[in-house]
Each structure stands twice: as C-alpha cells, then as structure tokens.
C-alpha cells in the first residue's frame, strides 16, 4: 500500500512554515493520542502516521530531502540520484565515517553530537551584553533574559509519552547506523528510519512533540568582573539550548561590548582624557580637576608654558588589569583654548601684550617666520 503525503496527512500545503507545521501536529495528535481512542485501532494508525510525517518535516535537512525525492528519500539504500546506496544522505555518511577513523586522532569532536543512546547534544548559545565604561572599571553582576530550549518536564527530557519509554530501532539494531553496498564499497550511513538515535518513540510526549525539550524563556546571572575589555567573551557552561532526549546541554557564551565615554578612551589599561585649559593657565600656569572613573575628581598641577597636547600621567588611575591586582594608567592631554568673544578691555589687554612681546614670549613663531625670511631672501639672492 502506497504510503501517503505527509503534508497531506498533517493537512498543512507544501509551502508551509516550521511553526505551521509543528501547530498542525499538535493539534492533531490530540485528537488521536491513544489516551483519548483507548481501543481505536485507527486513530492509533493516524497517531503512528502524524508522528512519522512530522519527523520528517521539521527537521529541515530531512524536509528538503523527501521535497526533491518523496518517501524514498527515507528507504535505506534508495532514492538519491547516483542509485542504490547513494541517497541525500550519502555526504552526511562519508562525514560520519571519517569521523569515526580520525575523530580520536585528528582531535574530532569526540563525545559530543548525537550518542547511540539517541541523546543528541544541545547547541551553544550567543548573548551580546552591552555595558558601561565605568562598569568594566568596576565590575558587576548583570541579569539577562535568554530564550532558549530547556528540558521538557512533563517527560523529564525523554521525549516519550509518561510511563512509557523509547524501543530499539529494528532497522539498525540499535547501531544508529546502517550499511548499503555499492560495487566494491560498502558504505555506512546514518539509520533512515531513526535518524542515527538508535532508539524510536511509539508514543511521543504531546508537549515537547518527542523532541524531550520545549521553548522557554530564562532569567540568569552573569558575573561581569574588573577590567573587562570589548569583545571579552565569558562562558556559561550547560546554560546553552537543552539536549535532545534528555542530551548534554549546550554552553551560553556572553559577548561583551562596552559602550563609547563621554571623556575618556581606553587604550588597553590606560586611560586618556582630553582637558580644554585657558590660555592664561597654560602661560601663567595652574591648577585643574579632572574626572576620573571612580566617580570622583583629582586635582593636576599645570606648569607655566604649557602648549596643547602636553599629556600628564597619573599613575594607578588607569582601568583595572583582568585578573591581577594592578592597574594602568591614566593620562590628561590639555587643549589649550583660543580665547573669543572678547570684550573690549580685554581685546585692548591683549593688544597691549602683543606690544610688549618679543622674540623670548613666542620663540617657536619668531624662529619659524624668521627661518622662511631668510628662505625666500637667499631664493631671490
């Protein structure tokens, strides 16, 4: 008997969406779960076909595959195009073989992935965190909301029905794997009829649909600690999406941005600042108060004669050094200010001044006019 369309029994159209599918499953194994047929040999039929034809349309690999080859796409040996042996899975087959030659040697991902025991490993997860300069300065405890995949608790990750469990794949035996020959080669490739779980659910729980985990929403802590640069990457091992049928969780791995300063920028575990000073301060000299990260302020001694982009150090005020117990430093560069919008005494003060300068007041541009005078009178010479 010819098996039938699996959109057609989940009664979505071939275009429809993975959450338009999953919604048509679920509604349609509620209408003929074994709990509410007891003795209905066909909705128990029905049960059995609505889980074998959402199998293959919500993982997306395996949709594309019965797309372009219909049910052989899932016959061991059949349906691909290069003949017997040589299906949508023949790429995935060579993959699984080489890693089962090299994987120990070559430093494959050994121990992760899917097991025999049908337990598939859950992904890793991305979090970008953006904080503040003065809280890497400081360091905190940062809450976040992660949706993510956790354990289905209604059959504790196992994805079978409560008080039922998985049985053995008759197809491979358990392996997860079978064999299909092909002239002188004899391939292995992942187990058509349970995916390489090695294990199958007659019974699938209704909540999670048999995948042993649901979407859910977390609130977790993350430690954020002193000295933290941009791009610093902390992980938070297990925090990641679920397992498939009860499978080691992912990690969550927080990736942190820190936000531009209104005054200072950071340069490793130093810090700069640039400080406007008045002309006056920077001729007759003085005193400022700068920021600092602290939250507080710290007074610099400005000498008599000072020019723009003069740059102090204050040692220790720089951000804190990741893990250690010293700190950079920081480094006030001062602008010296062009004064403006004059009143008239003070435009008269600096003219006066003007008079009463010579070479020794401005000695940079007396010798620089002084060098192009002589330049152009030994061109004309």
């Known amino acids: 008997m010819a098996k039938r369309d699996y959109y057609e029994i989940l009664g979505v159209k071939r275009s429809a969406t993975d959450i338009e599918i999953k919604s048509a499953y679920r509604g349609r194994a509620k209408e003929y779960h074994p709990d509410r047929n007891a003795g209905d040999k066909e909705a128990e039929r029905r049960f059995k076909e609505l889980n074998e034809a959402y199998e ?3 993982d997306p690999q395996k949709r594309a595959a019965y797309d372009q080859f219909g049910h052989a796409a899932f016959e061991g040996g059949m349906g691909g195009r290069g003949g017997p042996g040589f299906g949508p899975d023949f790429a995935s087959s060579m993959s699984d073989i080489f890693d089962d030659l090299f994987g120990e040697f070559m430093g494959g991902r050994r121990g992760q992935g899917r097991s025999r025991s049908g337990r598939e490993a859950g992904a890793d997860l991305r979090y970008n965190l953006e904080i503040t300069l003065a809280e890497a300065y400081t360091g905190k ?3 976040i909301r992660v949706p993510a995949s956790v354990k289905c608790e209604t059959c504790s990750g196992t994805g079978a029905k409560p008080g039922t469990k998985a049985k053995t794949c008759t197809t491979c035996g358990g392996i ?7 002239g002188f080669f004899t391939i292995e490739r992942t187990c058509p009829a349970c995916q390489g779980r090695g294990e199958m ?5 209704v909540d ?3 995948s042993g985990r649901v979407q859910k929403e977390r609130t977790l802590s993350v430690n954020i600690p002193a000295g933290v640069e941009d791009g610093t990457r902390i992980r938070l091992a297990g925090e990641g999406e679920a397992g498939l049928r009860g499978g080691t969780p992912g990690d969550l791995y927080i990736f942190l941005s820190i936000k531009p300063h209104e005054f200072f920028q950071r340069d490793g575990a130093d810090i700069f600042c640039k400080v406007p000073i008045s002309m006056t301060t920077a001729a007759l000299g ?3 108060d700068v920021p600092t990260l602290e939250g ?3 007074r610099v001694k400005i000498p008599e004669g000072t020019e723009s982009r003069k740059q102090f150090r204050l040692r220790g005020k720089g951000m804190p050094v990741l893990r250690a117990k010293v700190s950079g430093d920081m480094y006030i560069e001062v602008d010296v200010e062009t004064p403006k919008n004059l009143t008239r005494k003070q435009r008269e003060l600096l003219e006066e001044f003007e008079r009463l300068s010579h070479k020794e007041t401005s000695p940079e541009s007396a010798g620089f006019f002084s060098r192009v005078k002589e330049f152009f009178e ?3 010479g």
Request: glycine share 14%; aromatic share 0%; hydrophobic share 25%.
């Open 201 to 205: 659910i007659d019974d699938p729980c």
């Open 296 to 298: 507080t302020t710290t």
């Open 56 to 58: 293959a349309l919500k």
């Open 286 to 288: 003085g005193q400022i």
């Open 208 to 210: 999670c649909a048999g």
């Open 141 to 143: 405890t940062a809450q």
């Open 378 to 380: 030994g061109k004309s």
């Open 176 to 182: 997860g794997k079978v064999r299909a020959s092909q």
